[in-house]
């Protein structure tokens, strides 16, 4: 059985200072984003031994089933994050991408606006998303809460802000606003601009 591993940083922990301190990087990557994968290898190693035992029972299986998704979600959208910054990002995004988001979006103030009020307003835990949505074959801003997608939409993240606390607190304390205003200065558009050229051709 193939396991999940945890993916290495495309820049090292103090490159997205002062946006984001080394200290504050470091923990979110090799502490929390690696108990997600962990998180994750270790259920399905639990259902497995729960498939050969034929002991499943419903009530276990839902919260395996749910502890799966949470940490295999919380994976997923984190190694999007790391893709999505980049220390010589920020500006905007340009051709294909630039040009969706002024039909879909009303123009790219607008949609930043809305992601980073969607971003800064999740309740408790969670992401705000650009994402691909497919059956509408259009660009939508979503909020995420906790780790779970938004499965019946069917959507595909292209850019994520985490919202959770453990990826700004130590340094912006509970000014969720000012973490989400700095992230735009570290936007890498050439991946975000790749992952909506893959979701739109799909």
């Known amino acids: 059985m193939g396991a999940y591993t945890l993916p290495d940083l495309p820049y090292d922990y103090g490159a997205l200072a002062p946006a984001i301190t080394g200290e504050i990087l470091e923990l979110h990557h090799a502490r929390h ?5 962990k998180g994750a290898n270790d259920t399905l190693e ?3 031994e729960a498939r050969e035992k034929d002991a499943l029972t419903p009530a276990g299986l839902v919260g395996l089933e749910k502890t799966y998704a949470f940490n295999l979600s919380g994976h997923v959208l984190h190694s999007i994050f790391w893709q999505n910054l980049s220390p010589d990002g920020g500006d905007r995004p340009a051709g294909a991408l630039a040009d969706a988001i002024d039909e879909h979006l009303g ?16 309740q408790g835990s969670g992401w705000g998303v650009l994402a691909w949505e497919p059956l509408g074959r259009r660009l939508i801003v979503e909020q ?3 780790h779970h997608g938004n499965v ?3 959507s595909t993240p292209l850019l994520v802000f985490d919202a959770w606390e453990h990826a700004y607190y130590l340094q912006y304390r509970n000014v969720r606003p000012d973490y989400v205003t700095r992230l735009w200065d570290l936007v890498d558009w050439n ?8 979701a739109s051709a799909a």
């Open 33 to 37: 984003h690696a108990a997600y994968v």
């Open 46 to 48: 639990q259902l497995a």
């Open 107 to 122: 123009g790219f103030e607008a949609f930043k606006r809305q992601l980073t009020l969607a971003t800064a307003s999740v």
């Open 144 to 146: 995420v809460y906790d």
């Open 152 to 154: 019946g939409q069917g």
């Open 191 to 198: 991946d975000v601009a790749a992952r909506y050229r893959t």
